[in-house]
């Protein structure tokens, strides 16, 4: 098993930076591919971006790219999430997931259910 715990979140203005980061513990943490994921007040959770466990192959919903950036340090156990020009539709809770089995597809990266651990969660708010 793996336990997750986002932090990094706050209260920015729109156009900001912020980075958030997700610590594994557990379980060696390059054995899994791991995802960003977010939800809304009253909307689904929805796919932010995907790492392979090796680091080496990184995915994005499309809204998210070219503004959101994933990568991950397996030594100190993290993945973060780096975030520039937020939106006010940005705001969201934030979560980070992580995948045990060892197949990690297109099909997959998005997919709430190709996870299997969960963070609790971490707030961003972005006001307009």
């Known amino acids: 098993q793996v336990q997750l715990v986002e932090s990094g979140g706050g209260l920015v203005q729109a156009g900001d930076s912020l980075r958030l980061s997700c610590a594994a513990s557990?379980?060696?943490?390059?054995?899994?591919?791991a995802g960003w994921f977010r939800q809304a007040p009253g909307k689904e959770r929805e796919f932010v971006a995907a790492?392979?466990?090796?680091?080496?192959?990184?995915y994005y919903a499309d809204s998210m790219k070219g503004r959101f950036t994933i990568s991950r340090d397996n030594a100190k156990n993290t993945v973060d999430l780096q975030m520039n020009s937020l939106k006010a539709e940005d705001t969201a809770a934030y979560y980070c997931a992580a995948r045990a089995r060892a197949g990690f597809v297109n099909s997959d990266v998005g997919r709430r259910g190709a996870y299997d651990y969960w963070g609790q969660g971490t707030q961003v708010t972005v006001s307009s």
């Open positions: 790492i392979h466990r090796s680091g080496g192959f990184t």
């Open positions: 557990g379980r060696t943490f390059s054995a899994y591919h």
